[in-house]
């Protein structure tokens, strides 16, 4: 199956520092995205960058992706107890894509 | 919009039991997912299809798990028989096309005893 590797598995930071996840592949991609999973909203997708994007942002989150290296890198600044969750990255390869799927994530904690 | 719908929400079953979970995806998304999520784990695609069509079944255990997508729109998710190691959160997802952000739905959460 075609799918990211998230790292690390587990990060624990205190309230208003900043999260930095990592998800790495191994295959060429078309975009690869970001999803967050908590007990209260569930899978919510955050944010999508396309192969030709090298950075992106959306509030308080910056994604990076790094082609060459096959990675990419999620930042949380300013961290809330709401961000405590767990996030996942997913690969889209183009129309010939199977198994696409998720990794295990990184479960985030912040602790107030 | 209306988001993804699923029910049941919650079933439990005894296991060689049947048992189907239904999801009505968001209006106009072409492209419907069903996943399993074992607790602890990322969500494994099940079978993917684009409008009525599948798209993706490889990760479909066949011999027991079935699914369709009625008219392009709504889909239903079949296993029978049920077994222990099927007890898991099925979550339904629909995107506009392929590659695009997935809309999830609440999942269903499924007990085998």
């Known amino acids: 199956s075609q799918q990211g590797e998230e790292d690390p598995q587990a990060l624990s930071i205190q309230e208003g520092e900043n999260a930095t996840m990592n998800c790495s592949y191994k295959?060429?991609?078309?975009?690869l995205q970001w999803y967050r999973q908590n007990s209260g909203r569930g899978l919510v997708h955050l944010i999508l960058?396309?192969?030709?994007?090298r950075e992106k942002h959306s509030g308080r989150l910056r994604v990076t992706l790094d082609t060459s290296k096959k990675s990419s890198s999620l930042l949380i600044t300013a961290s809330r107890a709401a961000d405590t969750a767990s996030y996942f990255c997913?690969?889209?390869?183009?129309?010939?894509?199977?198994?696409?799927?998720f990794g295990k994530g990184t479960k985030l904690s912040v602790i107030p | 919009e209306a988001g993804v719908a699923q029910s049941p929400r919650y079933k439990i079953i005894e296991k060689r039991q049947s048992v189907a979970f239904w999801c009505n995806p968001i209006s106009g998304h072409a492209t419907l997912y069903w996943y399993q999520q074992i607790l602890g784990q990322g969500p494994k695609l099940l079978i993917q299809f684009q409008n009525n069509g599948v798209v993706d079944d490889s990760q479909l255990p066949k011999d027991r798990f079935s699914a369709e997508r009625l008219k392009g729109v709504d889909s239903t998710l079949k296993i029978q028989p049920a077994k222990l190691e099927d007890s898991a959160v099925y979550l339904c997802?629909?995107?506009?096309?392929?590659?695009?952000?997935?809309?999830f739905g609440p999942g269903t959460r499924l007990t085998v005893t």
């Open positions: 997802a629909s995107s506009l096309n392929r590659g695009n952000e997935q809309y």
């Open positions: 295959t060429s991609i078309n975009n």
């Open positions: 997913y690969l889209y390869s183009g129309a010939g894509s199977y198994q696409l799927t």
């Open positions: 960058i396309r192969s030709n994007e």
